[in-house]
């Protein structure tokens, strides 16, 4: 067995500290051991540090960033988190399977604050995903499938609702504004696209909406006073108009009549949109009981119509009707309430069950077997006392 020895400075010592400091970059650049994600230099000064510090992670590694200002993934195999660096700031962490975005991304502002939470699949947005202001003031809500928008709720810096957008296709939605003016309270909704841009800081990207197609706007008692048609975030045409147009806004807040509160959120889930939760939707759809619901304006009832192509819309655009509280106002015997699907004839009802000879029941084409054309007035009766869908 031999046995060597070099002296202090010899050239095959130096060339062995070189090799050393390979190998402890490589250590640095990438940790394949069981470790604590609080570990990472850098990482105490992120706004979300006390949820991130004890999380385990098998490896971590440093993202290298494009001159395009994306970031460059690791190996197809790699598990683990990924952390991009910016001039010695942390500007992005990633947890990886197989080499792509699968569960949590966080992307940083300058001071530390999270820009952008997301949940990933596969390497593409998938579920929930919020934006904040650089003060950490919620600025976005979102709700990804594939990578692409599905609805997103925008705040002002006040924490106030700009608008929200549903898509209906691809990239294409539409924009609902809640304006007000004085004591004037209106709905705009307007057919849009969006695209996305990348900002002058490194991995921060804008969502820029344009409004392209049809609007319509509804005062707060559910007319259509105006309609038109944008190009190009430009109105070309505008109409004043006067319509019903069966669905009623009160106070900012849709009125969702449900048997109880489980049930609205298991049916979106039902319609594969994991990771709509109730908090996406506070301050905009409230839930109450199955009874019909009296206010000062008439007695709104349950209404399910549920699509496959557009679940959520259709949901909560969806489930009010107006009763008139004085009927004689607007017609001489009934009223009509149309809504694509459901038509009911009544005479004044005065939020209390109308008796049966003023009741017709006509047909509703997609809901439910519950609603048939052939019930008689008794039974459409019993069910405006109690007007739950099973």
Known sequence: ??????????????????????????????????????????????????????????AITNLQISKNGE??????????VGIANHKGKIIGVYFYKNGKWNGKSYIYYDNGQVYLENENKNGKSEGEGKAYYDDGQLQSARIYKDDIILLLKKYKHDGSLDFTYTQTSGYNGIMTYHKREGNTETVEKVEASYKIQNNERTLIVSIIFTKNGAFQVYNNKG?????????????????????FSGFILQDGTYKVNVEDRDYFFQTLKDFKMKGLTEEFYKGTVELFGSKPYCSS???????????????????????LLKISRDAKKTAKKYTELNDNDFLVKYYKTNCKVPSESKLSFVENLEVSKEFESNRNPKEIREFFKNPVIK
Do not use: C, W
Not at 71 to 80: E, K
Not at 227 to 242: A, C, H, L, P, Q
């Open 1 to 58: 067995m031999r046995y060597y020895f070099f002296e202090k400075n010899s050239k095959v010592q130096n060339y062995l500290g070189k090799v050393m400091m390979l190998v402890a970059a490589l250590m640095i650049s990438t940790i394949s051991f069981g470790v604590k994600l609080g570990t990472v230099k850098g990482l105490s000064r992120l706004s979300n540090y006390n949820k991130l510090k004890d999380v385990d992670v098998n």
């Open 297 to 319: 304006i008439g007695m709104l009832f349950v209404h399910y119509r549920i699509f496959k192509d557009d679940p959520v819309t259709d949901i909560i655009g969806s489930y």
């Open 223 to 243: 007319r259509l006073i105006r309609d038109g048609v944008y190009r190009n975030d430009e109105i070309v045409t505008s109409n004043k108009v006067d319509k």
């Open 71 to 80: 970031v460059i993934n690791p190996s197809t195999n790699f598990a683990g």
